[in-house]
Structure formats: structure tokens, C-alpha cells
């Protein structure tokens, strides 16, 4: 599951609400082993999940860098090309 957590700072363009709301959601599943919350569990998980997307917006929000922004289509090719060296392909 959290495979599908990608880094989100230092990005043009930053990183969206839903790309955020995304990795916590990965987070929570994650942490509680739930991939869907029973109908008890719905408002605690959901609740989790808002919670940990604010926090995760403070942070990219507070974070401070000299660094350049980072490109995400060469990001996303760097990455392909490293699947392919490893998988082939």
C-alpha cells in the first residue's frame, strides 16, 4: 500500500489537496491495516485521514529549501527508467 506514497515536497507545481489527501490516506490505510473501515471504524478512519492531511500540509507548507523546484514529468521518467533497469522492460 504505501508504495503509492510519493514525495510531495519541492515539486512545480506543488503538490494538490488531493495528492496530499491521497498519501494520507495510503498512511492511515497503512497504519491500520484497513484498506476499507468497517461501518464502526468508518468515522474514526476518516477522521484519521483528515487529520493526518492537515498535518502533512503544515509540514510541506513550513518546509524551507535553496533548492530548485523539482520537474514531476522528469521525475516521473527517472523513475520509469529505473522500473525498466530493474524489472527490464
Request: proline share 6%; aromatic share 6%.
Amino acid at each position: 500500500m504505501c508504495r503509492n506514497i510519493k514525495t510531495l515536497y519541492n515539486f512545480s507545481p506543488p503538490a494538490t489537496e488531493d495528492e496530499i489527501r491521497a498519501s494520507a490516506l495510503q498512511f492511515v490505510r497503512k497504519i491500520s491495516g484497513f484498506a476499507h473501515p468497517s461501518k464502526a471504524n468508518a468515522a474514526a478512519f476518516d477522521l484519521a485521514v483528515d487529520r493526518v492531511a492537515s498535518a502533512a500540509q503544515e509540514l510541506l507548507d513550513e518546509l524551507v529549501t535553496l533548492a530548485p523546484p523539482r520537474d514531476r514529468d522528469v521525475e516521473a521518467a527517472k523513475a520509469k527508467a529505473r522500473t525498466a533497469a530493474r524489472f527490464g522492460g
